[in-house]
């Protein structure tokens, strides 16, 4: 997708380390610059476990303390000391994403009428939601109808598991996200999507991880994903829907290209790994 005079909205997903959508650069402000060259987008599911694989032990540091509701974790906070207007609006929209990801999962053609009404919003191949960045995507209406096609047939799904592990994950990737202009499954670290997690529990089987950008309404970004325009496999729709995944983490942050940036990373099987609370020594 190109965006016509303001930052661009980014959908990605990856298992393990694959990278299957395309990446788009910030508009000019004289005109949307055209997309870099791109590598075509594949599905590739991987269960961890590969024999002599050994995990830098850099990359399973310690996480921060542990907090009773993932709803209330102050991580984007953290670095300041403060949970201003927007984290707080970040926190909602985690909520709300958690709800619709299980919505959707729990009758997926609930979110047909929706993607109609989306659908009367393109002229060609422009959609452009009031309120929201106007888009130019590759495949038009075309996309959404498969979309339409796909959910109505799609079986229903079990809901999702919250994980606070992999809430922490997720939010410290989209962290690290919004310190940049980019949009990348790389840790500024050097760290796998898989490696984020494991910093925080044990993973079991399959696994896969999901970045949304430029909406801050839980269900446009679903229906972004379930669209997932010039991605052939449409492999943010198959994550959103695998019914092998049992638990998911969500962290949003602000963006500073893209206003908004959610990571979703969703897991076969998680065991969270068990934090010590900081002790506080006074005197006496």
């Given at each position: 997708m190109t965006v016509l005079?303001?930052?661009?909205?980014?959908v990605?997903?990856?298992?393990?380390?694959?990278?299957?959508?395309?990446?788009?650069s910030?508009?000019?402000p004289?005109?949307?610059?055209?997309?870099p060259e791109q590598?075509k987008?594949?599905l590739?599911w991987?269960?961890?476990?590969t024999?002599?694989?050994?995990?830098?032990?850099w990359?399973?540091?310690?996480?921060?303390?542990?907090?009773?509701e993932?709803?209330?974790?102050s991580?984007?906070?953290g670095?300041?000391?403060?949970l201003?207007?927007k984290?707080?609006?970040?926190r909602?929209?985690?909520?709300?994403l958690?709800?619709e990801?299980?919505r959707?999962?729990?009758?997926?053609?609930?979110y047909t009428d929706a993607?109609?009404?989306?659908?009367?919003?393109?002229q060609?191949?422009?959609v452009?939601v009031?309120?929201q960045?106007?888009?130019?995507?590759k495949?038009?209406?075309?996309?959404?109808d498969?979309a339409i096609?796909a959910?109505?047939?799609?079986a229903p799904?079990?809901?999702?598991r919250?994980?606070?592990?992999?809430?922490?994950?997720a939010?410290a990737h989209?962290?690290?996200?919004s310190?940049?202009?980019?949009?990348?499954?790389l840790g500024g670290?050097?760290?796998?999507?898989?490696h984020?997690?494991m910093r925080?529990?044990t993973?079991?089987?399959?696994?896969a991880?999901?970045?949304g950008?430029g909406?801050s309404?839980?269900?446009?970004l679903l229906?972004?994903?379930?669209?997932d325009?010039?991605?052939?496999?449409?492999?943010h729709r198959?994550?959103?829907?695998a019914?092998?995944?049992?638990?998911v983490?969500?962290?949003?942050?602000?963006?500073?290209?893209?206003?908004?940036?959610?990571?979703?990373?969703?897991?076969?099987?998680?065991?969270e790994r068990?934090?010590?609370?900081?002790?506080t020594?006074t005197?006496?």
């Open positions: 005079d303001k930052p661009c909205l980014l990605l997903a990856a298992c393990w380390v694959v990278a299957c959508a395309p990446s788009h910030p508009s000019s004289t005109g949307p610059r055209s997309a590598k987008p594949e590739f991987k269960t961890w476990g024999p002599g694989v050994k995990t830098p032990s990359w399973l540091s310690e996480p921060e303390e542990e907090d009773s993932i709803s209330a974790e991580a984007d906070g670095e300041d000391g403060e201003d207007a984290s707080d609006a970040m909602v929209l985690e909520d709300q958690f709800e990801i299980n959707l999962r729990n009758n997926p053609a609930s993607l109609v009404v989306f659908r009367n919003l393109y060609d191949r422009l452009a009031p309120g960045l106007a888009l130019l995507t495949e038009g209406k075309s996309a959404v498969e096609g959910i109505r047939q799609a799904q079990r809901s999702l919250r994980s606070l592990g992999l809430s922490r994950a939010r989209a962290r690290d996200l310190r940049t202009t980019k949009l990348t499954h670290d050097g760290s796998s999507a898989h984020r997690m925080h529990g993973l079991k089987g399959t696994f991880e999901n970045i950008a909406y309404e839980a269900d446009l229906m972004e994903l379930l669209v325009d010039s991605v052939p496999s449409r492999v198959i994550h959103l829907l019914p092998m995944f049992t638990v983490g969500i962290g949003c942050s602000v963006h500073p290209a893209y206003r908004v940036v959610c990571v979703m990373d969703f897991a076969e099987s998680f065991e068990k934090i010590k609370k900081k002790q020594i005197g006496g």
